[in-house]
């Protein structure tokens, strides 16, 4: 069997690739390997927990030695590295845990795939998932394209970036296999309510404000994450070594805009008046550097890998909040307990 290791699997987009992995290539034995940090929740993975094909290991990859171990026991035959510090506020207090996490945990997981791999590189894969925030930020018009050139504004993004460079310089170098992509913003089930989308649902359904950072009009583009999933899927499986494929779902929407949007979808699902939820809207201080507008050229991976994403935003945004009405607990347990400070440190900061 095929043994693939999937980082950060128990994250937000990782628990759906796991899922996906585990459920549509019963030949591959797939390793979730996650250090269960705030964002990590095994909860997000009980409909796969006990399949044959799948296997959890707790671990961290800034620890250089247990990642040796590791690959040198299981010889894995690819990795799709997730793993990852992921919100631009928390790297803007906290840069040393991107640095960490991001960059030496990628360094660390490239190599021990080189010292396994090397001489033998044929069907070996090392898939680093990244993000559309490497580019910087754009103007009123414009697309980033694979080509655009780096310009990361945030820790958060530089740290990306840098691991980008790294995933490329192994190749060149070493000649490790690899590909990498660039998402743009994904939301849907399981995203820690830190994040714009799960933030304003459940402070809609506890009666907050909700902070809208400057005037609103920063523009994200946004793709549901099971769409991300499947690209994932084709990218590890079409995709060419060496090549970077960008993300999208063509989808821009102002914050403000999609915040109102969201509040009414909110009103409609919890039957009470339309305009109620509006009522929350707060301006508050920006974010730090805030990079004004992402929007993904996707054509490569449309063209190349025959990708296009299956949702409209419509769509996505009411399974969203049908999916966190439902799973009230788990918006409880990530809310509360040993994840309580994550969720008040972030909020209180505002
Ligand atoms: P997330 O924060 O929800 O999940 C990250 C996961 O990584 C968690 O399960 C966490 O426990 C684990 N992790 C963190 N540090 C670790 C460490 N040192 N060792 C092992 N595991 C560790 O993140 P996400 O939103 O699911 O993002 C996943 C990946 O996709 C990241 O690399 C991110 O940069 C990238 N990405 C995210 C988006 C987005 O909109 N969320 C868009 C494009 C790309
Ligand atoms: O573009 C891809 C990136 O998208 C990923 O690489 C990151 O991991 C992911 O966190 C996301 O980054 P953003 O900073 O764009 O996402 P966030 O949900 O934090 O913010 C979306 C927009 O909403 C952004 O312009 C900031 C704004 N915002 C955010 C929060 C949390 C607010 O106005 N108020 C808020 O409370």
Request: aromatic residues 12%; negative net charge; proline residues 3%.
């Amino acid at each position: 069997m095929k043994k693939v290791l999937i980082t950060g699997g128990a994250g937000f987009i990782g628990s759906h690739v796991v899922r996906l992995f585990v459920n549509q290539y019963q030949d591959y034995l797939i390793y979730n390997l996650d250090a269960l940090t705030y964002a990590g929740n095994l909860e997000n993975l009980t409909d796969v927990e006990n399949k044959s094909n799948y296997k959890f290991i707790k671990g961290d990859i800034t620890d250089g030695d247990f990642i040796n171990d590791l690959f040198s026991d299981i010889q894995f035959d690819a990795v799709i590295h997730l793993a990852a510090e992921s919100h631009v506020d928390r790297s803007i207090s906290d840069p040393l845990s991107f640095i960490n996490t991001n960059i030496i945990g990628t360094v660390n997981l490239l190599n021990a795939a080189k010292s396994v791999w090397e001489g033998n590189w044929s069907d070996r894969l090392f898939y680093h998932v990244s993000t559309d925030e490497v580019y910087g930020s754009l103007g009123d018009t414009g697309f980033f394209v694979e080509s655009t050139s780096y310009d990361p504004k945030s820790p958060y993004s530089a740290s990306k970036a840098s691991s980008d460079h790294l995933v490329r310089a192994y190749g060149n170098t070493y000649g490790l296999p690899y590909v990498i992509s660039n998402c743009s913003n994904n939301y849907g089930p399981n995203q820690f309510p830190e994040k714009l989308i799960p933030l304003c649902i459940n402070n809609i359904k506890n009666n907050k404000p909700l902070p809208i950072y400057g005037k609103g009009e920063n523009i994200r583009d946004w793709l549901y994450v099971k769409d991300h999933a499947t690209a994932i899927d084709n990218v590890f499986h079409k995709g060419e070594n060496g090549e970077t494929y960008n993300i999208g779902g063509h989808n821009e929407w102002t914050n403000i805009d999609l915040v109102r949007l969201l509040c009414d979808v909110m009103d409609e699902a919890l039957e009470q008046e339309i305009g109620t939820s509006q009522k929350l809207i707060t301006f508050v201080k920006d974010r730090a550097g805030h990079d004004l507008r992402y929007a993904i050229d996707a054509s490569k991976i449309d063209k190349e890998l025959s990708w296009k994403p299956s949702l409209t935003f419509e769509e996505g945004i009411k399974k969203t909040v049908k999916w966190y009405l439902d799973n009230e607990s788990w918006l409880d347990h990530v809310t509360s307990g040993k994840y309580q400070q994550y969720y008040q440190s972030q909020y209180e900061e505002r």
